[in-house]
């Protein structure tokens, strides 16, 4: 099993809703990121967790809170969004820790968010 | 801080074409270097990478090679297929080498 697996596929919410979003791996990866993608841009990097510790916040808004209830999981809790943060949500996961420039990230589908 | 600078799309060619995607960086140490392509609809995947100068990534047919001198990782094949149509993206490390970076992405359409 080599999938990173994300929910929902697609979301829609209006500014005032609370949801979340969710990331899972099974492949014993001890990294888990978070990356934005708006339509034709790159994936722009949100959190970055190693070893289920936060280690990257890249000056994200507060109503972006991200979790890792444990190895295998990784949450992105939404409230409060704009308009604009209406985008492409990417998972990835990496076996270790990038450090050693010797890493590959392993992605999910997305989970495409449009916020009313 | 790194970046990476890859060539303005959109690329299209017909198939069995050859293909180049040109891609530079700027860097402080000796950082890895990936190819990701994004097919449509779905999440990036690592098409190959090089982790030292000199290095060869390859895979289905796409070549890179990891140029110090003239700081490139540019993106080859020799004849392309319609199921290559995607996004390419070059990306490297940051300087703590805890995440990668991304190009601005290049779109490849091949028609038959």
């Known amino acids: 099993d080599t999938e990173v697996t994300q929910t929902p596929k697609h979301l829609v919410m209006g500014m005032t809703n609370k949801k979340s979003l969710k990331c899972e791996q099974h492949?014993?990866?001890?990294?888990m990121y978070w990356y934005k993608q708006k339509a034709k841009k790159p994936p722009e990097l949100m959190f970055v967790?190693?070893?289920?510790?936060?280690?990257i916040n890249e000056s994200v808004p507060s109503r972006f809170s991200p979790e890792c209830p444990n190895s295998s999981l990784l949450n992105l809790h939404l409230h409060a969004l704009q308009p604009e943060d209406s985008a492409l949500y990417l998972c990835?996961?990496?076996?270790?820790?990038?450090?050693?420039?010797?890493?590959?990230?392993?992605f999910g589908e997305g989970s495409r968010l449009t916020v009313l | 801080g790194n970046s990476v600078t890859q060539m303005e799309g959109p690329v299209t060619l017909s198939e069995e074409a050859f293909l180049t995607i040109n891609c530079t960086y700027t860097?402080?140490?000796?950082?890895?270097l990936f190819w990701y392509v994004q097919y449509p609809g779905e999440g990036l995947q690592l098409l190959l990478k090089?982790?030292?100068?000199?290095d060869k990534g390859s895979n289905k047919g796409f070549e890179a090679t990891y140029r110090k001198e003239t700081t490139s990782f540019h993106l080859e094949k020799g004849s392309v297929q319609v199921s290559d149509s995607a996004v390419y993206f070059c990306?490297?490390?940051?300087?703590?080498?805890?995440?990668?970076?991304f190009g601005k992405g290049t779109t490849l359409s091949v028609s038959s």
């Open positions: 967790y190693s070893y289920e510790k936060l280690s």
């Open positions: 860097a402080t140490g000796y950082p890895s």
């Open positions: 990306a490297l490390t940051n300087q703590a080498g805890t995440a990668l970076i």
């Open positions: 990835a996961s990496s076996q270790d820790p990038l450090a050693g420039n010797t890493g590959e990230l392993f």
């Open positions: 090089a982790t030292k100068a000199d």
């Open positions: 492949m014993g990866h001890r990294a």
